[in-house]
């Protein structure tokens, strides 16, 4: 078992991602990681991919 790491920032925008949240805007349910993203997330605010996300909690 793995812990979720709590938060995730776009490196290209700045946007926050919360796992404990997760993310209804984009379906993502709470406590999702980001390595669990479907393919086809793309960042809300600037529509860079997953790729983008870095874990910084
Ligand atoms: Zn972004």
């Known amino acids: 078992m ?3 790491p709590n938060i995730y920032m776009c490196r290209q925008c700045g946007y ?3 796992a ?5 805007a984009v379906n993502i349910p709470p ?3 980001v390595t669990e993203f479907p393919e ?3 960042c809300p605010e ?9 874990e910084i909690l």
């Open 46 to 54: 600037c529509g860079a991919s997953s790729d983008c996300l870095e």
């Open 31 to 33: 406590r999702t990681a």
């Open 16 to 18: 926050l991602y919360e």
């Open 2 to 4: 793995s812990l979720i």
């Open 40 to 42: 086809v997330w793309k």
């Open 20 to 24: 404990e949240k997760g993310d209804s």
